[in-house]
């Protein structure tokens, strides 16, 4: 009799730990049982339509959020050049959780989705459940746009001209103190630190871009791993499961050696678990609209992970596995191009990359192609390809046009004027602008003969015709790769030379 009761002892005890463990679970919503991703064009900020937005858009934006009393707010403080800086505050719950964004004033890709959450915490929808369980568990503290100057001027460096992110020993900026000052008062378990990188990255030796890349910063030079750093480490694993299925391989970790300069290694010596999220390019995505859209479902998981503990199970071995940053990308990459050089022709792989110029009104970028690379690029990728190995290369020709012709000229006149070998046009009755030229199809040009009677070289700006039997089949434009076999669109920009 004893043996029975024992046995029945034996077999109730784990069903009633695995029952309290399913009602427990049934209690923390993960992301993925939500409609949240499908649902986030309810919640994407309207008022932010492109990337390069300025402090005075967003001050109406989180006025509108402390109007609604969802947030608290308070300003810590201004910029040199006099911009407040903002904190905005949800959640009731124990664990503390510091988010900022934009330290570099030109990479906002974070602070579009950080108005993208805000939305989301701001309206009532099948997700509330998903929503009152952060704000039960978390005090989220989130300081968008901590370098409103160099936000207006469209540039990495503050109005000092100092990196934000490399004062965190010296706090020469107001900028530097602030975020120091709020994190000493919050006390945070967690740091996000958000940030952009170059589009060029990939993840690993692939053609993968490295569309999101991590980072569990180190505290000292010996990389040495304490509870700290390993839940950062372990949240980043989780999170790179997580994008996967929206970014499949294009998920990267920075090189972690450390530099005391920085926020994030400091505040991983302070006790925080920081945590780096880069964001850096997707294909036809040059205003990283898709990519906010990561950056906001990401940041909601992981958030989720903190409150629920889930990022505890997660083994440190899985964040070795992650791939590298690793520059084997360009904007374009042609295969096997003919080259002549001198009265020696050779067929060779280009590498051609577009810098990006700010425009006078710092609120739209413009592009300028050149040739980078020019040899054997195996290892070498391109966002765009196009294979030459059976086509001839040669020069754009000029076409002559009074002003008034070229502006009368429709896309599809430009397209025809293409498909027979020009790449250039020349007024006849004055001079043509020079720089970028937007929305149109053919560069201008002052000169009467063609750039470059030898086209592709190191160094050239990057236009040339690929043609097949005086054909053309493809025309590099800007260092744009125009397919002639297909519909033509304008570019962002050609160029005036």
């Known amino acids: 009799m004893h043996k029975k009761v024992l046995l029945i002892s034996i077999l109730i005890v784990p069903i009633i730990f695995f029952g309290f463990g399913n009602c427990m679970d ?52 201004n910029s040199v050049q006099g911009r407040s800086i903002n904190l905005l505050t949800i959640g009731k719950g124990k664990t503390k959780v510091l988010l900022w964004s934009q330290m570099h004033g030109d990479e906002s890709t974070a602070t579009m989705a950080l108005f993208d959450i805000f939305n ?46 490399r004062d965190a020993r010296l706090l020469n900026t107001p900028e530097g103190r602030i975020l120091t000052q709020i994190a000493n008062k919050i006390k945070p378990q967690f740091g996000f630190n958000l940030h952009d990188q170059s589009t060029l990255y990939s993840a690993g030796a692939t053609k993968n871009q490295a569309t999101i890349s991590f980072l569990a910063p180190t505290y000292n030079y010996s990389k040495d791993m304490n509870q700290v750093r390993e ?12 994008l996967q299925k929206y970014a499949p391989d294009k998920v990267a970790k920075y090189n972690d050696d450390h530099d005391p300069r920085c926020f994030g ?63 084997f990308l360009y904007d374009l990459v042609v295969r096997n191009a003919m080259v ?19 425009d006078a009104d710092k609120r739209s970028m413009s592009y300028f192609g050149r040739i ?46 293409v498909k027979e070998g020009y790449l250039f046009v020349r007024f006849s009755d004055q001079k043509s602008p020079t720089g970028p030229v937007k929305n149109r199809l053919l560069n201008l040009t002052n000169n009467s003969i063609p750039q470059n009677n030898q ?34 669109a304008a570019l962002p920009n050609s160029y005036g030379f």
């Not at 839940?231 to 997580?242: E, F, G, P, S």
């Not at 990401?298 to 629920?308: D, R, W, Y």
């Not at 070498?380 to 502006?407: H, Q, R």
């Open 26 to 77: 049934s209690s923390r919503p993960e992301i993925e049982s939500t409609t949240i991703w499908q649902n986030y064009d309810h919640y994407k900020e309207p008022a932010i339509k492109n990337r390069m937005f300025k402090h005075g858009e967003i001050i109406p934006l989180i006025q509108k959020h402390i109007d609604s009393k969802v947030f608290t707010s308070s300003i810590l403080g």
């Open 455 to 488: 086209p592709i070289g190191l160094g050239n700006a990057a236009n040339f015709i690929l043609s097949a039997d005086d054909k053309p089949v493809f025309a590099v434009v800007n260092g744009f790769l125009v397919d002639l076999t297909k519909d033509v």
């Open 231 to 242: 839940n950062a480490t372990k949240l980043i694993v989780l999170m790179n499961r997580t």
């Open 120 to 165: 989301f915490f701001s309206v009532s929808d099948e997700n509330d459940e998903f929503r009152k369980f952060l704000t039960d568990n978390l005090e989220m503290n989130f300081l968008p746009m901590l370098n409103p100057d160099g936000a207006e001027a469209w540039k990495r460096r503050g109005a000092l001209d100092i990196d934000i992110n």
């Open 340 to 358: 002549t050089k001198g009265n020696v022709k050779f067929r060779a792989n280009l590498g051609i990359n577009r810098s990006q110029i700010v």
């Open 372 to 417: 980078e690379e020019l040899s054997d690029m195996d290892k070498n990728y391109g966002y765009d390809e196009a294979d030459a190995s059976t086509l001839v290369s040669v020069p754009g020709k000029i076409k002559m046009l009074k002003k008034a012709e070229w502006e009368k000229m429709n896309l599809a006149a430009e397209t025809e004027l």
């Open 265 to 327: 290694d400091t505040f991983q010596g302070k006790g925080i678990s920081t945590i780096l999220i880069e964001s850096g390019g997707y294909p036809k995505d040059l205003e990283k609209q898709y990519i906010r859209k990561l950056n906001f479902y990401v940041i909601l998981s992981s958030l989720n992970a903190i409150a629920n503990k889930s990022y505890e199970k997660e083994a440190i071995k899985d964040y070795a596995a992650i791939p590298e940053n690793n520059r």
